[in-house]
């Protein structure tokens, strides 16, 4: 595979922020293995990690070997970069199957099982460090990088002076020796000469050559991204309910499109260029077309589509964007009824509900009734009639009389009916 420029690949995408002299000379070369890390203390990633995901992902289709690391050892430790608090320590057992999680996950991104030269690999920090023993690893790593080294990075004298009374644990303060010492395995193991990671990772990754340098009198390569923030300051990555995950089931396809296509107009101009894997001719068509009607979306509209399709699939990416017509556009029953219970509640989310028992619903409710007293909808019996005398009542998106009856063939997932005044005032019967 012919080797395309990574460097110049991810300056146009805005994608480095810092990277070490000579790094795109020795690219350039040949093909060349590189690692970024993935902390496995849960059993999904978020957007968050979409950036290193993308890095490692950019690096394969550019003809070299991706090796993705999950910090099952510094997992176990914690990173004090940007942290307040000592995190908590997980057992082996939760670990492995967080790494098998998060392996399916990067699939979505890398390639690793076509048998191409530049296949990726997945490793695990815990499997070359729980061979050290304590006196081991300080009297074979330790002693090559002293405490002032150490002390002088960003990420352990902002812990030391913060205002934290815990201060920064003997445990936190090795992680870097411990990640700097992955590179060294990494070089002797995988000829790995690159780490990249987010700016946050600096002190980090540089400790790592330097451990390189004085164990092995080895070059090592270091490169960063900036972190992604969102236009108006606030973080990228989260949303009302906390992290936007990349797990089906902690986030919905439905809701993961949603956050895409909400984003800013100067964010989805950014993110376009970082999270997608559309070339430069095609984004800066895109970026220019939407300029000219900014109000129709374009840019998030294709931002969401692109993240969509590849973190979940075209079929999730149909399903999400027909989800947002049911709310928006112009539906019909059938189409709530394609709608599996969490993308429907996600859907509606906020929307009031009543419950009703699967009984009653058995034998039938008569709409005003459905409308007024059962539910409390509508405030009386006289504004559910004068609402169906307007024909502004729908069940399921279709326009009801006011002879029409409320029965369990009318459940959504054999749980849910949707009533609806007008055009934006939804109620949801629950049957229980």
Same mark, same amino acid.
């Given at each position: 595979m012919k080797l395309k420029n990574f460097v110049e690949e991810l300056q146009w995408r805005g994608m480095v922020h810092d990277v070490m002299p000579e790094t795109e000379t020795h690219l350039m070369e040949a093909m060349r293995s +590189?690692?970024?890390?993935?902390?496995?203390?849960?059993?999904?990633?978020h957007i968050g990690n979409l950036v290193p995901i993308m890095l490692l992902s950019f690096y394969q289709r550019c003809g070299h070997k991706?090796?993705?690391?999950?910090?099952?050892?510094?997992g176990m430790i914690g990173d004090p970069s940007g942290k307040s608090a000592e995190r908590n320590l997980l057992d082996e057992t939760a670990l492995r199957h967080n790494?098998?999680?998060?392996?399916?996950?990067?699939?979505?991104?890398?390639?690793?099982?076509?048998?191409?030269?530049?296949?990726?690999v997945l490793v695990n920090n815990y499997d070359w460090i729980k061979e050290f023993s304590f006196l081991d690893f300080i009297r074979?790593?330790?002693?090559h990088i002293t405490v002032n080294y150490m002390m002088a990075k960003d990420s352990v004298k902002t812990r030391l002076s913060g205002e934290s009374a815990d201060g920064l644990s003997f445990t936190e303060f090795t992680y870097q020796l411990i990640q700097g010492y992955d590179f060294?395995?990494?070089?002797?193991?995988?000829?790995c000469t690159l780490q990249m990671g987010g700016s946050d990772q600096w002190g980090n990754i540089t400790t790592g050559t330097e451990l390189l340098r004085r164990m092995d009198g080895t070059k090592g390569y270091a490169l960063t991204c900036p972190l992604i923030t969102k236009s108006d300051g606030s973080k990228f990555g989260k949303s009302e309910g906390g992290n936007v995950w990349l797990d089906a089931s902690k986030t919905s396809p439905y809701k993961f499109y949603q956050y895409w296509l909400n984003t800013s107009d100067d964010d989805a101009e950014k993110y376009i260029k970082i999270f997608t894997f559309l070339d430069k001719e095609t984004i800066e068509d895109l970026i220019a077309e939407h300029k000219e009607a900014p109000h129709l979306r374009l840019l998030q509209k294709r931002l969401a589509q692109e993240v969509t399709t590849t973190v979940h699939s +075209?079929?999730?990416y149909k399903k999400a964007v027909k989800a947002s017509e049911i709310l928006f556009g112009n539906s019909t029953s059938e189409d709530l009824k394609t709608l599996d219970e969490k993308t429907f509640l996600d859907v509606f989310e906020g929307v009031p509900q009543a419950e009703i028992s699967k009984e009653e619903l058995k034998s039938g409710i008569d709409i005003i009734g459905a409308l007024s007293e059962k539910t409390g909808f509508l405030k009386s019996n006289s504004e559910a009639r004068r609402a169906l005398k307007e024909n502004s009542i729908s069940v399921n998106k279709e326009k009801v009389?006011?002879?029409?009856?409320?029965?369990?063939?009318?459940?959504?997932?054999?749980?849910?009916?949707?009533?609806?005044?007008?055009?934006?005032?939804y109620f949801i019967i629950k049957a229980v």
């Open positions: +590189a690692y970024v890390g993935f902390d496995p203390t849960a059993d999904s990633l991706p090796v993705a690391l999950v910090g099952g050892a510094t790494q098998e999680c998060v392996k399916n996950q990067l699939s979505q991104f890398l390639d690793f099982s076509s048998g191409a030269e530049n296949q990726a074979n790593v330790g002693k060294v395995h990494l070089n002797r193991s995988l000829n +075209a079929d999730e009389a006011d002879d029409f009856t409320v029965g369990e063939n009318d459940l959504i997932n054999g749980q849910f009916v949707l009533l609806q005044r007008g055009k934006k005032n």
